[in-house]
């Protein structure tokens, strides 16, 4: 099973006002656990930059500047996320912005029902609680230390374990080596020893005194 787990870093809150991405990660889960292959891209947004979205992610305008067009890795984007489902924290904010920049250049935009949503996710697990992902890293207790500012594939990584938890979380392993098996199973219980069944059948006193009951009824069943 292929999902992409997905981010962006922008240069503002609305793609109609003119505002960019100005980075794209993602990161391939294999069975919900990351396989290891990655894209990340940062883009020249061909704009200047917010100071309130610098704050955000720390990308100046001088570095942006030196960095490709969408247009220049949109199809090894769009390669390396084939038609698999895209996990997304927050992801109408997502699409908008990639579906902006699509159109831009001519090309057909994402469904959205492609996307698997984490902040739903979030919030119908946990109702009335903070659905942020440094709040879900506090609450699955995974290490966001290094989050000092946003970044896209830095945020897709925490995502990718955020997401294994809202989905369950990692299942222990099916290990088919019975030797294995047993010590992780720990010490084997003790054998029990095997005792032949205890006699049923009546003695003969008891069958006397049966037949001595039934002599004194009247028209017992048991006589028909």
């Known amino acids: 099973m292929r999902e992409i787990v997905l981010d962006t870093e922008t240069t503002g809150l609305d793609p109609g006002a003119g505002h960019r991405i100005v980075e794209i990660g993602c990161v391939e889960l294999l069975h919900r656990l990351p396989s290891g292959r990655q894209f990340g891209k940062y883009l020249n947004p061909e704009r200047d930059m917010p100071e309130g979205a610098r704050a955000v992610h720390g990308l100046t305008d001088e570095f942006l500047a030196t960095q490709p067009l969408f247009e220049a890795v949109v199809d090894e984007f769009l390669e390396f996320i084939g038609d698999a489902p895209l996990v997304i924290h927050n992801a109408q904010f997502d699409l908008k912005f990639l579906n902006a920049e699509l159109d831009r250049i001519g090309k057909p935009g994402i469904e959205p029902a492609r996307a698997i949503d984490t902040v739903a996710m979030a919030r119908q697990r946990f109702p009335g609680a903070q659905a942020s992902l440094d709040a879900l890293c506090r609450r699955f207790e995974i290490d966001n230390t290094s989050r000092d500012l ?24 099916f290990d088919l080596d019975p030797a294995r098996r047993a010590a992780a199973d720990g010490p084997a219980a003790p054998a029990r020893s095997h005792r032949p069944a205890r006699p049923h059948a009546p003695t003969a006193e008891e069958s006397a005194a049966h ?13 028909q």
């Open 211 to 223: 037949e001595a009951l039934i002599d004194s009824m009247k028209d017992p069943v048991w006589r």
């Open 150 to 173: 946003h970044g896209a594939l830095l945020d897709c990584q925490l995502l990718a374990e955020v997401y294994l938890e809202l989905c369950g979380g990692r299942q222990p392993g």
